[in-house]
């Protein structure tokens, strides 16, 4: 299964974002690059080899890790994130939320880039975005950070299927 870019974005990142009060233009691709590097934009909701889970391949101890490090001490964040998960999937299993709640694990993965306190109110160019995925985007697996293959993925999964028309 894969997520055309376009929906995505508008349909789960960009109101993902408004409930965090970020409307940022670079954020929301940001994230829809960074889905489409980490997992082709669903093509793998799950990697073994780095444990990582659901569109922005997230393990389960990086996201055991998002809550008691750092979400902890922003209590209305934490209730923001919340909110998005599942009532009661997610007291039975909440790192299935990252691989079935996109809104949810959107959500985590922005956590990920706001720790690290980017900046994403200037307009960025897409090698940019590539440094910013490279440095900042920590989600647990270990996997190498090549900017290179970020723009290529980027590229041909986002730009590429944007410039297609609906007949």
Same mark, same amino acid.
């Given at each position: 299964?894969? &997520?055309?870019? #376009? *929906?995505? $974005? ?9 409930? =965090?009060? *970020? /409307? ?8 829809? %690059?960074?889905?489409? $590097?980490? !997992? ?7 990697? @073994? ?8 391949? &997230?393990? @389960? ?6 809550? /008691?490090?750092?979400? &902890? #001490?922003?209590? /209305? ?15 039975? /299993? ?8 996109? !809104? ?13 306190? &980017?900046?994403? !109110? ?7 975005? %590539? ?11 270990? !996997? ?5 293959? =970020? ?17």
């Amino acid at each position: 299964m894969s &997520i055309y870019a #376009q *929906e995505l $974005r508008e349909r789960v990142i960009k109101p993902c974002l408004q409930i =965090f009060n *970020e /409307d940022s233009e670079v954020a929301e691709i940001l994230l829809l %690059a960074t889905a489409a $590097r980490e !997992s082709g934009l669903g093509q793998h909701c799950c990697c @073994a080899q780095t444990n990582g889970l659901g569109l922005y391949r &997230i393990t @389960a101890e990086k996201h055991i890790e998002l809550w /008691d490090k750092y979400l &902890i #001490q922003f209590p /209305d964040l934490a209730s923001r994130q919340r909110g998005l998960a599942s009532q009661q999937q997610f007291l039975k /299993d909440p790192h299935a939320e990252l691989v079935t709640n996109l !809104s949810y694990a959107t959500a985590m993965a922005w956590m990920i880039y706001r720790r690290a306190a &980017i900046d994403t !109110s200037k307009p960025l160019e897409s090698t940019s975005l %590539a440094a910013l995925w490279a440095n900042h985007f920590d989600n647990g697996t270990g !996997s190498p950070r090549n900017a290179e293959d =970020f723009m290529q993925t980027y590229r041909s999964l986002v730009m590429d299927s944007s410039k297609k028309l609906v007949a």
